[in-house]
């Protein structure tokens, strides 16, 4: 029944080894967003697309990317990972269609460690 | 630069005691209003969207009105089960994409 499904839930990753968290939707929406949450924070914009249209926040560090190959997946890549990237990451869809748009459908997120 | 403020920052409540949770706006020109809740370690699930002031959504023991500068999440006879995080999100007409979050109000409901 899951409709956004992020992977994997827990990722613990060495600092500054490069990882990847994806998102997968079964709603084919054509916006989908990431977010990263803090503890005790709000969730922080990072990027997000419509269609194919990539939208980079202007405070999201270099060291975050983010691929859409098809409608359906949304990666996260984080190049080189510091101590201060360790947060949840939530990855989300919605439909926005002749200005338009539905709520927005999150995933369970994936918990982010550095050691 | 846009805000957006939840307060309280958090809330504690006896079973039945009724409250509410306010989110402000700092910018004119609002698309939409959302509501979710969030319980620790899983992401935002959808309660209500608000388009123009005046409007009111419920379901169950919450409901949600909107006025020009500000929506409240009234939460009558609040239950256990009630505690989570209740986020607020907004999308303003000028950047039609972005949903913009406040810090949310962290409810737990006593028996």
């Known amino acids: 029944d899951a409709m956004v499904i992020q992977n994997p839930r827990y990722q613990v990753t060495q600092f500054g080894k490069p990882v990847t968290l994806s998102c997968s939707q079964t709603l084919n929406h054509n916006v989908m967003y990431w977010y990263q949450q803090k503890s005790s924070q709000a969730p922080k914009l990072l990027f997000h697309y419509y269609d194919k249209d990539f939208n980079n926040e202007a405070d999201t560090p270099d060291n975050f990317q983010s691929r859409r190959p098809n409608t359906s997946f949304c990666f996260l890549d984080i190049r080189s990972p510091g101590l201060g990237d360790a947060a949840m990451y939530l990855c989300?869809?919605?439909?926005?269609?002749?200005?338009?748009?539905?709520?927005?459908?999150f995933g369970q997120g994936t918990r982010l460690t550095v050691v | 630069e846009d805000q957006v403020t939840q307060s309280p920052e958090a809330l504690r409540l006896q079973e039945g005691e009724s409250s509410s949770l306010n989110c402000s706006y700092t910018v004119s020109g609002l698309r939409g209003l959302f509501w979710y809740r969030q319980d620790p370690g899983k992401g935002p699930e959808f309660l209500f969207t608000?388009?123009?002031a005046g409007e009111e959504k419920e379901k169950e023991r919450l409901k949600a009105t909107l006025t020009k500068k500000e929506s409240f999440l009234h939460i009558t006879a609040p239950k256990p089960e009630d505690s989570a995080t209740y986020l607020c999100?907004?999308?303003?007409?000028?950047?039609?994409?972005?949903?913009?979050f406040g810090t949310g109000t962290r409810l737990q409901v006593f028996p």
């Open positions: 989300a869809t919605r439909v926005g269609v002749g200005g338009k748009y539905t709520e927005a459908f």
């Open positions: 608000l388009y123009s």
């Open positions: 999100a907004v999308q303003y007409l000028y950047n039609t994409d972005k949903l913009i």
